[in-house]
């Protein structure tokens, strides 16, 4: 459990600055294949917005035509001759149009909301599985300082907030501008002097927005950046809950948590602060135009025109100048929600869109062929790899493994036994040398053919929420039953599998809770024999087992090694005594090779290792003591 998760800064800060004009990526990359529900979405928004601004015009005609009877009944597109002449026939008339326009509204309102979700809700999925496309697809180097949370929080809250601004931010966007536009639009035609007069915030809302712009940016970054902090301390939390009770540590973990947690509070409170400050100022300077506007168009219609302002008003044109700026005031209120809405998304967009452009360190050749295993040779030549910019973990490794041996590898902690084997599955590159299957290089050949020929068995079995059946196929889900029962007997599991409440139906639990360490261990090994790899490597198979288990697991091992190269990292040296070749390794280089009785001769290394397991812990050179205080403080000073 890594006690230091969610103190760090905003592991993504670097992917997010390297994401160019993410919004509009969004929009080309991904917006394009739905293109078709955009313009639904669009064109029954404009539609649906024009015919909720006809009711208030049309209620003006009806007030100085019908009702004050002061002007002419006309109504635009409808000829003359077609228009009734009686008050009441002219009353119904605009009744009916009134209520055509609700209904034909509500029509468009409903394929406006189609549309927009339908591309919003296209696009986040989109955008989310390849995330976790490109996430799984790098190498281990991008996961070595990223807590589980905070990759969650990429691809779940901020994809989430990526659709909500494709949704409602789109649709209030496009309100915004078809509301103004249109009031607008209506005001001059109907007076354009108080039009001016309505329209005087707008160049106040426009400072206010660019400032609240640029002191909001940063600060949803930094909520971005706490909220993965968060998801990363809890999901540390709930994976070492044992620990954290055997330890008797809730206290403490709760502190951390409330101190995570708290972090996030001051980040979006400092956001919050900021947005419900400006919000209230907006509505503030759109009502203090709505008052101007109602008094100017007040005096107008009493005939007292203000200022230079020479023109009049009818009381029907002023209920609708009234009304429309009532629309006009609530929209431009929404602009900072708007703005609001598409910093977040910005801010969200940049970690997503960072990430994708995460370069990786394993580069495929384009004429890359799979790798062909004949005999399954190994042969490591000169290998040197470090990992980042630190010194190298191994260095100058050589050896070669015929097809079908068994080669074990032994060593102090740090010795570098892991990362050998790393780099033979191709989970990192050599910085130089070459590592080669049946003499082809495996940076030559196309990755997963490398994977797909080699069987992994690790120390800590990691399985899948699902059935026992599920988890001993992955990865080779075309396994019949049969098929699956055979490797499971093979595998030493098939008896304690029949026992299980509904055999090999029976759900393993998240990271297979629900079973043993000794039982979690032989559906792995099963696995593998399912999977039947030319070349198998065994990660301390054994070391977290009883010795009753670790016989079981052994008979396993023993049949899935036989004719096949393997390759066993091992503490417990008693497992790996009869290997064909046993390979030492002391800080990154190979110090001493042979079998096990050729080692124990050599009173070197090896003999000494082995006398720690055998409890022959006084008669151990001095210089073997020293060089394992100083291993063990450099690894303590590297973790």
Known sequence: MDIDAGTEDDVFEAARERAD???????????????????????????????????????????????????????????DAWLPTEPAGQLFLTTGIIAATFGFGAL?????????????????????????????????DFFADKQTGEMMSVLSNDVNRLEKFLNDG???????????????????????????????????????????????QPKYADVRSSVGQLNSRLE??????????????????????????????????????????????????????????????GLMVIGQPPGPITSTLSPGQFVAFIIYTQRFVWPMAQFGQI?????????????VFGLMD????????????????????????????????????????????????TVALVGPTGAGKSTLLKLLMRMYDVDDGAVRIDGQDVRDVTIPSVRQAIGYVSQETFLFYGSVRENIAYGTFDASDADIREAAKAAEA??????????????????????????RQRIAIARAMLKDPDILVLDEATSDVDTETEMLIQRSLDQLTADRTTFAIAHRLSTIKDADVILVLEDGRVVERGTHEALLSEHGLYANLWAVQAGEIDELPEDFVQRAIRRRARTDADD
């Open 21 to 79: 004009r993410p919004m509009l990526r969004l929009f080309t990359q991904y917006g394009e294949g739905q293109r078709g529900a955009f313009v639904v979405g669009l064109v029954s928004s404009i539609f649906a917005r024009m015919l909720d601004l006809l009711p208030p015009l049309l209620l003006a005609v009806a007030i100085d035509a019908v009702i004050q009877d002061e002007t002419a009944f006309s109504l635009w597109v409808v000829p």
């Open 236 to 297: 540390n939390n709930l994976s070492g809950i044992q620990i954290i009770k055997t330890a008797n540590t809730e206290s403490y973990e709760s502190e951390r948590v409330e101190d995570s947690s708290q972090d996030y509070l001051d980040a979006n409170w400092d956001a919050i602060e900021t947005r419900i400050t400006f919000f209230p100022a907006l509505r503030l300077v759109s009502g203090l135009g709505f008052v101007v506007t109602f008094v100017v168009g």
């Open 494 to 519: 098939h008896q304690f599998i029949e026992t299980l409440p509904e055999g090999y139906d029976t759900m393993v639990g998240e990271r297979g809770v629900k079973l043993s360490g000794g039982q």
């Open 339 to 351: 703005i609001n809405m598409y910093q977040r998304a910005y801010a969200s967009a940049e970690r």
């Open 358 to 405: 995460t370069p990786g360190r394993l580069d495929e050749a384009t004429d890359a062929e799979p790798l062909a295993v004949t005999d399954g040779a190994v042969t490591y030549d000169d290998v040197t790899f470090g990992y980042g910019d630190d010194d190298p973990v191994v260095e100058d490794v050589s050896f070669d493994v015929e097809g079908g041996e």
């Open 170 to 216: 789109l649709n209030s966007t496009s309100r915004l501008v078809i509301m103004v536009v249109g009031i607008a639009a209506y005001l001059f035609v109907m007076n354009w002097q108080l039009a001016l007069v309505a329209l005087l915030p707008v160049p106040i809302i426009a400072v206010f927005t660019k400032r609240f712009i640029e002191t909001i």
């Open 108 to 140: 468009f309102h409903w394929s406006r909301n189609w549309g927009w979700n339908k591309f919003a809700q296209h696009v986040q999925h989109a955008v989310r599985t390849d995330t976790y496309e490109t996430m799984q697809r790098l190498n281990m």
